[in-house]
């Protein structure tokens, strides 16, 4: 709570009610009569020629699943097909209002989506816009497939064959496909026309399209964004966090108070396609109780989020609605729910054999189909004769057979020769790009000049080195700590890339649980650094879409421990989007989380594994003041995903190993390259993270008390992580103890080790060895010695295991036979 | 003056002997020619009597122990005695051939220091040693057999090579090599010296001290492979001996003036083996091997040659016998023997042999009860030569020869019958040549 607001104890209890206003359910009564004056005769067919070509699109897709075969072309797809028949009213009627500026999310099940905001996109720009889209798209790879196979001088035509082709060649995993066949059915997408990822997690779209909305938002971009999703999605925790986060106080109340930046709230549409199964659970009735979706909307904000319910079964009162929600948005009255009513007359996937609703009900909605029923009511109304019709099925059908034809042409559309290019999917994994602004054109916007910071002001004060020329230690306050290395990466970074943004738990004011951010506030206005919600999926999520949008973000969710309420933001999403979009989009994000300490058992876990364990990520985990700065430079220039580990053990720790301390200039540490902190020549000690305090510790103790001299490398980074110093050094010294404050078990320490015994193996005097924390709880902190490594420990398990040294009376039982047992009980 | 008794050797192949039986316990007073305890070879059983007079003061063995032959078994003496001398003094049995880890420690429990290094190396079969310290003794040519193991484990180190190293105890690379093949060079005198430290100054602990020498591969196969044969055959044993003078005349020769056609190095067993390959295909029955019941008659004789090396008896297999010259036979059981010493043979070199020879006459044996080596169904033992009085009062060399067959696959007749048809044709050696 900032302190322009006043918890005031005299309001708080007031008496009253809370009110609340009626949802419009389905109130839409327009005739096509009425309607005649906001459609010409062409769009009311082009809506008819959108939905029949998805109808068209997934009854191929459905005969080629079920039979192998369409209309003679014989195929097999072994992948997923979630199809939507009978939603393409639903679709259609969405994208016939959007633009290219109008970003659109989805779910698994969005081919309509896809192809109706693509066919609208085509019909909205010109044929040069068009033309130039397709040939800059990878190289005009798929446009070459198309104008080679699709004789037509017509752009639009060549354009609807690029998007079918392009979705058909990607959901059959076609190097030709929009993502080169790496996102699949599922993933499908196509962001110069505003259609951006759909997501095989159930709900997976909402924290990222909240994302793209407050790129919007802080960067004052045009367009609105729409979160697609079913109503089973309205289950999942990141999707309810989203609406609570995209409906928080501050973006109209406090963002823009000033009256220098633009004010408004979210630009973002939850729109919920309720097609009233979620797979096969009924949420009406079943697995949920808010009756209607727009119901739930009413509880998020005063604004009940403008909620209301459609019948997406009538393309014109979804392109009505749909409007109205816009228009609003546009205005800065966001966000906005809308439920659009609407039925899967197809299984939840082929293999569906839907036992749990009748056939009379399935029957029933065919009956009902909006395809069948719009074309009646136009030709009843006389817009267009059933020839007419005919002949646009005719043209769809014809279509698509040639499309099918080209997609299953392992000529024309090959998939992915990874035996001929192994490193294919390799080089796409992270995009390695050195980017200083997301947005040169812009000026970042800022309260005050940088130098005018107070934190600034007091950090020059510091000494940049931890000792003084006589060499003794600096006193704490006095000294240039850890977490002032971060602060001056990050503040310098926001004074260079306008899209730049951080948020989290208590960043703003209290300037972060542990006083990394303190000075920002005065720095920078709300829209680029603020409090998020306690909505950890909704933080990441949400910087995975501002990123995708075209943003930097740095989120911060306060412990590492918190990284499992954000487990599928940052396992599923976060890590996978540069490569399932085969290199097109890039993810800018660092994820700042710290180890804590004295905290117990669910506030002090180093969980680098967890994190290292996911492809797409890197991992890095600093524990020096020059490391913190040079690292946190090097995650925020590029456009990879970093998930930043820092210890609360160690943030006011001084430099003690760059001499002359940390440079007040840019400079940056390279992912991947471990550090030697101390030469040694007898056993090398790796040290991840905090525990690199106590490796110099142990090292002494080694030194004076057994003449065994150790080498101290700090791993720095995780993922990627260069072994060659390693080696070397164990080449030199024989032998190697890894430690770090996680668990033992599982940890990034075994995976070292393992690595190691391969790689130096005939140089090795005793194999690696690992010194992790206890499989245990973390305890008290007055017991943390017992559980996680400590010096003495350090110096008992190299006496046990790499080189028994005389006279070694061992604190800690580091035997193989106690190993052997801990294992048994699991511990 | 107190005396050690040891175990006697039995016999030259008889390396160790369990104590069956003690007849007397320690205290107990014994007279010369009082039985003091029994104990028996692979081969046979026997009592071993006082020598001395006396009071047994104190045993190293128990009943059922295995007692390496010359080592000590108890001490007679007077009560009161001071043994010291020899508790400590106890020499070990012969030349050790392999060194072993002793009992591994306790593991250390929480405060207590770090084991002292312990003089072993070899635990079981398997030598521990690092990839480093064994890449730096390859490098070196250390002497592997003098490094002290102070790594976890029982695991050579690098720092134990760089001390053996600092230490001058510097060998070949082969001989490293060898060490890590296992093959574990006979100990020096120079390695040996700790150990062979005066008997007083050790500690009162160490005279119970023990060594348990696992049984090597090769001496775990000969054991299985005897035992069977002794358990499960029919065996018996026929003595007979020829007259030698021809046959060492022509040795004689060869060594004299052979030397041209690389004969001078033909020995009396090539000889006997030479021999025995043209008289086998005569006696199909002793040719054979008895498999599940069936005799297996062997077109070729396929002559296995005893070898002794030090892992323990080897037959490697001279095939064809019956066809080739004595210069042949001569040179594949000088190279089967070699490479039988030098651990090089195959598996193939080794089997599918139809007969077998061994040798203990070069060892002064004048008569032997040679076990066969299944599933053949004989095996010939040659002995040493002994002068005889021939009825004219002449003297001959007579060699004797030892063959025990399998009663199961041949009668005495037959056997007998080979045996003479040997014993005429190394008479007349000369004259098989020509043959």
């Given at each position: 709570m900032p302190k322009s607001q006043y918890v005031d104890p005299g309001k708080v209890f007031q008496p009253g009610y809370a009110e609340f206003e009626k949802i419009p359910l389905c109130t839409y009564n327009k005739t096509i009569k009425d309607e005649k004056a906001n459609y010409k005769k062409e769009d009311f067919l082009r809506i008819y020629h959108d939905m029949r070509t998805i109808r068209e699109f997934e009854t191929m897709l459905n005969e080629i699943k079920v039979k192998s075969e369409y209309r003679g072309v014989e195929y097999h797809n072994p992948g997923p097909a979630h199809l939507s028949i009978g939603q393409e009213a639903s679709a259609v009627g969405q994208a016939y209002c959007l633009d290219i500026n109008d970003f659109t999310f989805g779910s698994h099940r969005s081919h309509g989506e896809i192809l109706a905001k693509g066919l609208s996109s085509i019909n909205k720009l010109t044929e040069d816009e068009l033309y130039a889209i397709m040939k800059e798209f990878l190289g005009g790879t798929i446009l070459g497939v198309v104008e080679k196979n699709f004789k037509t001088d017509n752009v639009k035509e060549l354009a609807k064959d690029f998007l079918l082709y392009g979705a058909l060649a990607e959901i059959f995993a076609r190097k030709t496909g929009f993502n080169r066949g790496l996102g699949g059915s599922m993933h499908a997408f196509f962001i110069p026309f505003g259609i951006f990822p759909n997501n095989a997690i159930v709900g997976g779209s909402a924290p990222i399209a909240l994302g793209a909305a407050l790129y919007k938002r802080s960067n004052g971009k045009p367009g609105i964004v729409v979160a697609n999703s079913g109503d089973g999605a309205l289950g999942r925790g990141p999707v309810l966090e989203s609406l609570n986060f995209a409906a928080m106080d501050q973006i109209t109340k406090l963002w823009g108070m000033d009256g220098k930046y633009s004010n408004g709230g979210m630009p973002i549409l939850f729109n919920v396609f309720n097609n009233f199964y979620g797979m096969g659970g009924q949420t009406m009735g079943e697995t949920m109780g808010f009756g209607n979706p727009a119901r739930l909307a009413a509880g998020f904000s005063p604004t009940q989020l403008h909620a209301e319910k459609v019948n997406g079964y009538d393309p014109l009162a979804v392109i009505e609605a749909t409007t109205r929600k816009r228009d609003l948005l546009l205005r800065g009255e966001g966000p906005a729910l809308l439920e659009v009513a609407t039925y899967r007359v197809s299984g939840h996937s082929p293999s569906d054999a839907s036992t749990y609703r009748t056939a009379e009900e399935i029957e029933a909605w065919r009956e009902a189909c909006p395809i069948k029923a719009y074309r009646e009511k136009l030709v009843k109304a006389r817009v267009a004769t059933n020839a007419e019709f005919d002949a646009i099925d005719e043209a769809i059908i014809e279509r698509m057979v040639e499309v099918i034809k080209l997609a299953i042409n392992d000529e024309v559309s090959p998939r992915m020769d990874l035996a001929a290019e192994p490193d294919m999917i390799s080089s796409i994994m992270y995009s390695n790009n050195h980017v200083k602004s997301m947005d040169e054109s812009r000026k970042p916007e800022v309260l005050i000049p940088k130098e005018e910071s107070p934190r600034v002001k007091q950090i020059a004060g510091k000494s940049r080195y931890a000792f003084d020329a006589d060499g003794k230690p600096v006193p704490k306050m006095k000294v240039f700590g850890l977490r002032d290395g971060l602060f001056e990466a990050i503040i310098d970074k926001f004074y260079e890339d306008p899209t730049t943004i951080a948020y989290g738990e208590d960043n703003r004011d209290w300037g972060g649980a542990f006083a990394v951010y303190r000075g920002l506030t005065e720095a920078l206005p709300y829209h680029r650094f603020f409090n998020a919600p306690i909505s950890e999926s909704a933080i990441v999520g949400s910087a995975v879409g501002y990123a995708m949008a075209g943003g930097r973000a740095i989120v911060e969710l306060m412990y590492a421990d918190f990284i499992g309420c954000a487990g599928d933001e940052i396992f599923n999403q976060l890590s996978k989007w540069q490569s399932m979009s085969a290199g097109i989009l890039k993810m800018p994000v660092v994820l700042r989380v710290s180890v804590g300490s004295k905290y117990g058992a669910q506030h002090s876990q180093d969980w680098t594994a967890l994190t290292a364990h996911i492809p797409g990520l890197k991992v890095c985990f600093p524990a020096t003041p020059y490391d913190a700065k040079g690292l946190m430079n090097q995650a925020l220039n590029g456009t990879d995903p970093v998930v930043f580990f820092e210890s609360q053990r160690i943030y006011d720790v001084g430099e003690q190993f760059h001499e002359g301390g940390v440079p007040t200039d840019y400079y940056e540490v390279d992912f991947g390259d471990p550090d030697v902190k101390k030469t040694g020549s007898d056993v090398t000690i790796l040290s991840i993270g905090a525990v690199l305090y106590r490796a110099?510790?142990?090292?002494?103790?080694?030194?004076?008390?057994?003449?065994?001299?150790?080498?101290?490398?700090?791993?720095?980074?995780?993922?990627?992580?260069?072994?060659?110093?390693?080696?070397?050094?164990?080449?030199?010294?024989?032998?190697i103890i890894i430690v770090g404050d996680a668990v033992d078990r599982n940890s990034v320490m075994r995976d070292m080790a393992s690595n190691i015994a391969e790689m130096a193996f005939d140089y090795l005097d005793a194999p690696p060895v690992v010194f992790g924390s206890r499989n245990w709880i973390t305890p008290a902190f007055e017991l943390e010695k017992f559980y996680f490594p400590q010096a003495e420990g350090i110096v008992d398990v190299i006496s046990e295991k790499l080189l028994p040294l005389p006279g070694r009376v061992p604190t800690y039982n580091e035997t193989e036979l106690e190993h052997i047992e801990r294992s048994k009980k699991g511990v | 003056m107190a005396n050690l008794v040891i175990m006697p050797r039995q016999g030259q192949s008889v390396e160790s002997c369990i104590i069956t039986t003690w007849q007397k316990k320690k205290g107990d007073r014994v007279n010369e020619g009082d039985i003091i305890f029994s104990y028996e070879t692979d081969k046979s059983a026997f009592d071993e009597p006082a020598q001395f007079s006396g009071v047994i003061l104190h045993t190293f063995a128990e009943e059922g122990d295995v007692v390496d032959c010359l080592a000590p078994v108890c001490i007679i003496g007077e009560e009161g005695e001071d043994i010291s001398s020899l508790l400590g003094g106890a020499a070990p049995a012969e030349e050790k051939k392999e060194e072993v880890k002793k009992e591994e420690a306790a593991p250390a429990g929480k405060a207590e220091p770090a084991p002292a290094p312990e003089a072993t190396k070899v635990e079981g079969d398997r030598l521990r040693i690092s990839p480093r310290a064994k890449n730096l003794a390859l490098k070196t040519g250390v002497d592997l057999s003098a490094v002290t193991p102070t790594g976890p484990h029982g695991r050579i180190i690098e720092r134990d090579v760089n001390a053996a190293l600092d230490a001058g105890k510097t060998g070949t690379t082969a001989a490293v090599e060898d060490f890590l093949r296992g093959i574990v060079p006979e100990k020096k005198e120079e390695a040996e010296a700790p150990a062979a430290a005066p008997a007083a100054?050790?500690?009162?602990?160490?005279?119970?001290?023990?060594?348990?020498?696992?049984?090597?591969?090769?001496?775990?196969?000969?054991?299985?492979?005897?035992?069977?044969?002794?358990?499960?055959?029919?065996?018996?044993?026929?003595?007979?001996?020829?007259?030698?003078?021809?046959?060492?005349?022509?040795?004689?020769?060869?060594?004299?003036?052979?030397?041209?056609?690389?004969?001078?190095k033909v020995t009396i067993n090539d000889m006997v083996l030479f021999a025995v390959g043209r008289i086998l295909p005569n006696f199909p029955d002793i040719n054979a091997n008895l498999v599940d019941g069936k005799i297996r008659r062997f077109a070729h004789a396929n002559?296995?040659?005893?070898?002794?090396?030090?892992?323990?008896?080897?037959?490697?297999?001279?095939?064809?016998?019956e066809k080739k010259t004595l210069a042949e036979v001569s040179a594949d059981a000088k190279r089967l023997a070699g490479g039988a010493r030098e651990g090089k043979l195959s598996p193939d070199e080794m089997s599918g042999g139809s007969f077998t020879v061994t040798n203990l006459g070069s060892l002064g044996v004048e008569s032997f009860t040679p076990v066969i080596n299944p599933p053949q169904t004989a095996i010939l033992g040659v002995c040493c030569t002994t002068n005889r009085l021939k009825a004219d009062g002449t003297v001959y060399p007579a060699m004797g020869l030892s063959l025990t067959f399998d009663h199961r696959a041949v009668d005495g007749a037959p056997a007998a019958k080979f045996l003479k048809e040997l014993c005429a044709a190394l008479e007349s050696f000369d004259l098989l040549l020509a043959k």
């Open positions: 110099l510790d142990a090292a002494k103790i080694l030194e004076e008390k057994y003449g065994v001299s150790a080498e101290i490398i700090d791993a720095r980074s995780i993922v990627p992580f260069n072994y060659e110093k390693v080696i070397e050094s164990v080449k030199k010294t024989g032998r | 100054a050790a500690p009162s602990a160490d005279v119970y001290a023990y060594e348990e020498v696992p049984m090597s591969n090769v001496r775990r196969v000969i054991a299985k492979s005897m035992h069977a044969s002794l358990s499960e055959m029919a065996q018996l044993t026929l003595n007979a001996s020829f007259d030698a003078t021809r046959l060492l005349a022509y040795r004689k020769l060869l060594k004299e003036k052979g030397e041209e056609m690389g004969l001078s002559v296995g040659c005893a070898v002794d090396t030090d892992r323990g008896l080897l037959v490697p297999v001279i095939t064809c016998a």
